[in-house]
Every structure is written in C-alpha cells, then in structure tokens.
T-cell receptor, first 113, second 112 residues
C-alpha cells in the first residue's frame, strides 16, 4: 500500500544502547520530518529533510542522528539511548511547494529502561 | 512566545452542537494552515488545510483564516461523539525553513 510506514511500532531498549527507528514513504515527497510527542509538550520537531542528503535540526535534535541517502527513507538513530528519550516518535512527509500538506506515519512507541 | 498557541481545553460540547476551536500564530509570514485530529494512541490525521483569508468548508468542518489577526479557527457542526479527540493546529512558512509549527492541541469531548 502507498503511504508512510514506520518500524518498529513498539520498542523497549536499555539506557546506553543504540536504537534506529525506520521511516519509509512511497509518495516521493521531498520533505520528511521526525517528531516526538510527550504529554505536556505536544509535537516537537527533532530533524527534518528537504531532499536526499539534505537534513536540518529541529527544536530538539540533541542525542539523535538522521540520514537520508534515498528520498523514500529517513531513519532516526538514538546513538546512546537515555530515559528522557522515552516517547512516541512520528515520522511525516510533505511535498514541496504550496498545497504542501503533511502526512504522518503510525508512530513508534519507544521505552528506554 | 510560542509559535502557535491553542487553548488546551478540555472543551466539552453536547452531541449536535457546534464545536469551535481556536488557534493563534506568531509568524506573520506563515502561508499554510492546517488542522489535524488525533485520537488517543493514534497519529495525527489531516482534516483541513487553508491558505487564503476567509472560510473553507468540507462537510461538517469549516476552517476560518484571518491573517491580519493571525488567527485560525475550526468549526465542527453537528458534533458527534466520534469527533472526540485532540485537535492540533499547524502553520508553515515556505520562505523560512519549511518547518511545520504545531500547537499543543485542544482536547474535545462530545457528550452523547
């Protein structure tokens, strides 16, 4: 099916471990985004990408790394997971230009013990 | 000052009533405005987009934009219990980074 998918949907890990969250979209959208959502904070932008090999920091980038070698994939890596990174992570994509609606993946619920 | 502000609620309305959700934004150069609905445990779902001043209607939903007042609203007519969710307002400025800025959302409960 076309759309935006995330994997895994649920992940439990331990402090200090490296974790990679995957995001894949089939629309060939130029823009892709990673957000985290926590109670009381709403959606906070971690990183975004305007195209393959172009990435930019968002509001809360510390502790995260992204790459985008292909238009359709935008993985998010937590290099050394901390308890404060326990959250729900959403990937989203958007075409460029006007009419540039953003669509979200189903989310990954990450727990860091 | 936050980029996008919404009343967190909760907002409760009886079934069949009109629910009115409001949003203000600080970036006067914002060009694109969106309303998302998010059910508990689910991802945000786009329900309306608006780009020009005035009203835009889609079924029971009407989005209203007033760029001079930096104000966006969403009206839900004939509210149904299935409309109970958190509604997120988002704005985007194509000229400055292309990021989407989200409010923290308004929780709506429609009482049967």
């Amino acid at each position: 099916d076309a759309g935006i998918t995330q994997s895994p949907r649920y992940k439990i890990t331990e402090t200090g471990r490296q974790v990679t969250l995957m995001c894949h979209q089939t629309w060939s959208h130029s823009y892709m985004f990673w957000y985290r959502q926590d109670l009381g904070h709403g959606l906070r932008l971690i990183y975004y990408s305007a195209a393959a090999d172009i990435t930019d920091k968002g509001e809360v980038p510390d502790g995260y790394v992204v790459s985008r070698s292909k238009t359709e994939n935008f993985p998010l890596t937590l290099e050394s997971a901390t308890r404060s990174q326990t959250s729900v992570y959403f990937c989203a994509s958007s075409p460029s230009g006007r009419g540039n609606e953003q669509f979200f993946g189903p989310g990954t619920r990450l727990t860091v013990l | 000052q936050k980029e996008v502000e919404q009343n967190s609620g909760p907002l409760s309305v009886p079934e069949g009533a009109i629910a009115s959700l409001n949003c203000t934004y600080s970036d006067r150069g914002s060009q694109s405005f969106f309303w998302y609905r998010q059910y508990s445990g689910k991802s945000p779902e786009l329900i309306m987009s608006i780009y020009s001043n005035g009203d835009k209607e889609d079924g029971r939903f009407t989005a209203q934009l007033n760029k001079a007042s930096q104000y966006v609203s969403l009206l839900i007519r004939d509210s149904q219990p299935s409309d109970s969710a958190t509604y997120l307002c988002a704005v985007r400025n194509l000229n400055t980074g292309n990021q989407f800025y989200f409010g923290t959302g308004t929780s709506l409960t429609v009482i049967p």
